[in-house]
């Protein structure tokens, strides 16, 4: 991983979208905001009566995620888990927390049928290698696949705390090893004296631990960009949040897209379910689940979700039919307490880009027919990982903003950091809601604008400046600006890069595009 170290910023106690249960007289909310944490996004919460227990609390979170990556790591090459895959045939004594989670596996392996396995990494290297090849893989190929994943892999004494590594199949702790890291790095925040409350939320996958009650928004993956509006919003006190879905992280292959999430029984990808969600106190036991969810058939997982207590789901198929558990709905807050849409939880640092403008045609309106599909990925920047403050919004062709698409900051003070933005005199209002995802990749986003306006009136077609700005306190400020003419004929453009944004890229498009 790359620096850990990010600052943790007081938020102001009136939180309108905050339940009141979150907050007390004597304690604040810290929000911090990391990228190419475990891979992907990081986001802390911490209730804590002042800005140094919250920062100790940062510290021993990230402090535990670097410790248990040394540990279970597929990727680094000097991982405890890496330098045991290297080993075959021999008893070797491992730490607790590798044994724990190879226990888990066999567990789960157990408990689904097979759809568990660490060495479902064959099959997906056999999908990336047909990716590269634009080529489906033989049923042959599939086949030999499957055989390999098969096979026990490992041996375990748990008395002895010893695993013997018994294959050459290639594995990796994927599904659930991501949910034992967050419920470790919540539980190890929340030790630290005074902390009253903390959420981890890492990629799209959450622990709420303590005296804190988190306001979930629970991704659409038909329309996951961050401002789109979610399938639901979940009330959650002291549980974990893990999704699992197939609609950000895949290969195309052959013209088709193939998820990343496979099926070891048969060596093909994913496909009836492309989403699921699953709400358990225990984080390991969302986190199988939800992936397990995507590959049974929705009737299996509500036969074994029948058989775990406290479990609660909600599980998406490819044409759009919704399962959900019977205590799903006392999770669901009330549509009066939920927002109208999903705000910026994303805040920090600041860089502006603006993005184009387009000549009104007369009598002419936008409708729900377009869309313009915004993305975005903030640069990697070594020793610096936490994200910048951003603003996005939508301008006329006399620089009139019509439409906020997103504000993503941490503390009101900061807002100055965005000076272009700060000129609109647009909303500030902050909304600290978690979002439940599919896990993204580190700094990357992606916002819509669907041709409305601040009221919610859809727009004359026209000429438009979609601007972006970023920006870090004490640090660099960046601004992109971009004109476009949405006419009704679709067309695509990318914006160069900057030093706090790599790359942007306008999609203006038919409505409801997408995989």
């Not at 895959?85 to 730490?95: D, F, L």
């Not at 290698?129 to 375990?156: G, K």
């Not at 978690?434 to 986003?445: C, H, I, M, W």
Request: proline share 5%.
């Amino acid at each position: 991983m790359n620096n850990l170290t990010s600052t943790l910023i007081p938020l102001a106690l009136a939180l309108p979208a905050l339940p009141a249960a979150a907050t007390t007289e004597a304690n604040g909310l810290f929000i911090s905001h990391l990228e190419n944490v475990l891979g992907t996004s990081f986001d802390l919460k911490v209730m804590a009566p002042s800005y140094d227990v919250a920062r100790q609390a940062e510290t021993a979170a990230l402090a535990e995620i670097s410790r248990l990556s040394a540990i279970l790591s597929s990727y680094q090459p000097d991982s405890e888990f890496s330098l045991w895959v290297a080993t075959s045939g021999e008893a070797i004594p491992v730490s607790t927390d590798l044994l724990a989670v190879l226990a888990g596996f066999d567990h789960w392996r157990a408990q689904t049928g097979g759809v568990i396995n660490a060495a479902a990494e064959a099959i997906n290297q056999l999908w990336q290698r047909a990716a590269r090849s634009e080529t489906v893989p033989s049923e042959s190929d599939r086949t030999d696949a499957v055989s390999a994943v098969q096979q026990q892999h490992w041996l375990l004494d748990l008395e002895a705390q010893t695993a013997s590594h018994l294959t050459d199949t290639p594995l990796r702790l994927h599904t659930f090893a991501k949910s034992y890291i967050m419920d470790q790095a919540a539980n190890r925040a929340l030790a630290v004296p005074g902390v009253a409350g903390v959420v981890v939320n890492i990629g799209g996958d959450l622990v709420v631990r303590g005296n804190r009650t988190e306001s979930v928004a629970i991704a659409n993956p038909r329309a996951d960009a961050e401002n789109e509006k979610p399938l639901a919003w979940l009330t959650i006190q002291d549980r974990a949040v893990a999704t699992s879905g197939n609609y950000r992280r895949g290969v195309l292959v052959d013209g088709v897209w193939q998820s990343h999430i496979v099926d070891p029984r048969t060596g093909n990808p994913a496909y009836e379910v492309i989403s699921a969600t699953v709400v358990h106190p225990d984080a390991s036991t969302a986190g199988a689940l939800a992936t397990a969810f995507n590959v049974l058939t929705p009737a299996d997982s509500v036969q074994l979700a029948a058989t775990l207590p406290g479990t609660d789901y909600l599980i998406v198929t490819r044409e759009g039919q919704q399962f959900t558990s019977p205590g799903w709905g006392q999770l669901v807050q009330p549509v009066s307490n939920a927002a109208s849409s999903v705000p910026a939880w994303a805040s920090n640092p600041v860089t502006t880009v603006r993005l184009m403008t387009i000549s009104p045609l007369k009598d002419k309106l936008w409708n729900a027919d377009q869309e313009l599909l915004i993305s975005l990925e903030l640069s990697q920047i070594e020793g610096r990982s936490h994200r910048p403050f951003v603003a996005v919004w939508i301008e006329d062709e006399k620089h009139v903003p019509v439409r906020q698409i997103a504000l993503w900051y941490n503390k009101p003070r900061w807002l100055r950091e965005l000076r272009d933005w700060n000129n609109t005199q647009q909303n500030s209002s902050f909304d600290a809601t978690s979002l439940a995802s599919a896990t993204r990749s580190p700094g990357s986003y992606t916002l819509k604008w669907d041709g409305k306006n601040d009221q919610g009136q859809y727009v004359k077609q026209g000429k438009y400046t979609v601007c972006i700005e970023a920006a870090r306190e004490h640090g660099t400020h960046q601004f992109m600006e971009q004109t476009m003419d949405f006419n009704g004929k679709f067309k695509q453009q990318t914006l160069n890069g900057n030093v706090e944004i790599a790359n942007a890229a306008l999609d203006y498009r038919k409505a409801g595009v997408g995989r």
